[in-house]
């Protein structure tokens, strides 16, 4: 347990995020005590931040590290970086010198910085130089930020980002639920023989929003949840066949389906998608060792994956992305290896590599103490991956960081010249605008011109989408009711 203890809590969130890439996974409270096992204290004046790490041994307090910094009152931004950085400092020292590959970087687009600079001018020198010295970022990552900002410019060069947009379906239906799953999905066998409640909600909302985006140029679709899969071959061809009676599919870009579990995935589903011609799916193992997915809860082999995945490339699927999870319970770097070979055999088109993330609702969160000790994340896993990516041809080209993650690193997208998702892109930049439909989806609209975004959600809950689908409806209608 650590303590926060601040006499302004204005710079309170940053303290904390940077305090939890230390140490993931831990709690924090707002007051001093022998329970905690130290605490920040922190003073801000007019122009000066003092910060003290105040160690705690069996009931007695002592100051490790002191000191200050100046902060802006008309700049925020580079006020809370000087606090990163000087709290930074006291953390590195408490772990005898060890360093966060992102320095002080707690945000999930670090890319952001490298684009947002490109667009500006700025040469690839100034980038790096700006990076290392405000956020403490290691040289390795900010390579790699400047190599996927550039890649991400090229990819992106022929949207349009004002009259163009995206569409995101969301399919909150899974098999079972995963360990380290938090993300909005429900147990299928529950909705056995009443996913047409759920269609017919979704559908209302599809319509409504066909209208409001009519005349604008559809770029990408992406279908995911949950996992799409796990509805009927039937569903999945209403599903398609509305989306293709409403939308412009014809004119997109591409047309992702997440397949993901292979437990969900048949030859019928497969031959659906190709009929309603999806360029991109994915498979996605998370790992190919047998007892990790036993203790994670996939109920799938190792054989299944490999047997799907050859299904699909016998049925003309060119564009296959397989997902992997490094820092799994139990998995060390050798695991990882194992699991690249077996990848690399299969020679996916894209391959995304997660950092495994501790969110507060999965059950790998809540039943920490089981897995105590389990969980690894190293950075020669993240090298060793990323190694193994470049062997394959792929490319980095995305990357997005959640907070809790293992190890403090992050999630990166490689893909064969040709291969790279746009959508994937376009929900880390946020430079288009995506409208959602269904349970637990977020629609972001983006005003270029204004350089401003808004987002709207739908609900979560199932039940609660179907019977409030026409509040979700006058929701959206208030944000799209702008667009020009």
């Known amino acids: 347990m650590i303590g926060i203890v601040l006499n302004n809590p204005a710079f309170e969130q940053d303290i904390r995020e940077l305090l939890m890439a230390y140490y993931p996974g831990e709690t924090f409270v707002h007051e001093k005590g022998t329970e905690v096992s130290f605490y920040v204290r922190g003073v801000q004046e007019t122009a000066q931040f003092s910060m003290e790490l105040v160690q705690v041994e069996e009931g007695e307090e002592w100051v490790r590290f002191s000191g200050s910094t100046p902060i802006y009152e008309n700049d925020r931004t580079e006020s809370k970086s000087a606090i990163k950085r000087l709290l930074y400092g006291f953390l590195r020292e408490m772990q005898d010198g060890r360093e966060l590959p992102w320095g002080t970087l707690t945000g999930i687009r670090p890319t952001k910085i490298a684009m947002t600079r490109l667009e500006q001018g700025w040469t690839e020198a100034e980038i790096d130089r700006f990076m290392r010295q405000q956020y403490l970022t290691s040289q390795e990552k900010v390579d790699l930020s400047i190599e996927i900002a550039k890649r991400e410019r090229e990819l992106l ?9 995206s569409l995101y379906v969301g399919i909150p239906f899974c098999p079972t639920t995963c360990l380290y ?3 909005t999905s429900y147990p299928i066998g529950k909705w056995a023989g009443r996913t047409q409640q759920y269609l017919d909600a979704l559908f209302r909302e599809m319509e409504y929003t066909a209208q409001k985006m009519q005349g604008r140029k559809l770029d990408t679709v992406y279908i995911g949840g949950g996992t799409p899969t796990s509805l009927s071959p039937k569903d999945l061809d209403a599903i398609f066949t509305k989306m293709e009676s409403l939308f412009p599919i014809q004119d997109a870009l591409e047309f992702t389906v997440e397949a993901g579990r292979p ?28 007892e990790t997915l036993d203790i994670i809860g996939r109920h799938h082999t190792v054989q299944m994956v490999k047997d799907c995945f050859f299904m699909a490339r016998e049925l003309g699927f060119d564009n296959i992305n397989m997902d992997l999870i490094v820092g799994l319970p139990g998995e060390d770097l050798e695991d990882i290896r194992h699991t690249m070979e077996e990848i690399k055999k299969l020679a996916p088109d894209s391959v995304t590599v997660h950092s495994l993330a501790i969110k507060r609702a999965a059950r790998l969160n809540l039943f920490r103490e089981k897995y105590e000790g389990k969980i690894h994340g190293s950075q020669e896993m993240i090298e060793l991956t990323a190694a193994y990516a470049r062997e394959m041809g792929l490319e980095p080209y995305y990357l997005y960081r959640q907070k809790n993650m293992a190890g403090n690193f992050e999630n990166v997208g490689y893909a064969r010249p040709g291969k790279a998702c746009l959508y994937n892109i376009l929900i880390m930049e946020e430079l288009q605008t995506i ?39 006058a929701r959206k209608e208030k944000l799209l009711v702008n667009l020009t």
């Open 157 to 165: 060069s022929v949207l349009d980002y004002k009259k163009g947009y």
């Open 435 to 473: 409208v959602a439909c269904g349970a637990g989806t977020t629609t972001k609209v983006v005003f270029p011109a204004e350089n401003r975004k808004e987002r709207v959600e739908n609900v979560k809950e199932v039940e609660q989408y179907t019977t409030r689908i026409e509040e979700m409806i």
């Open 263 to 290: 437990d969900s995935i048949t030859r019928e589903k497969l031959e659906v998608m190709r009929a309603h011609g999806i360029s991109r799916i994915s498979i996605n193992p998370q790992t190919m060792k047998q």
């Open 181 to 183: 799953c938090s993300f």
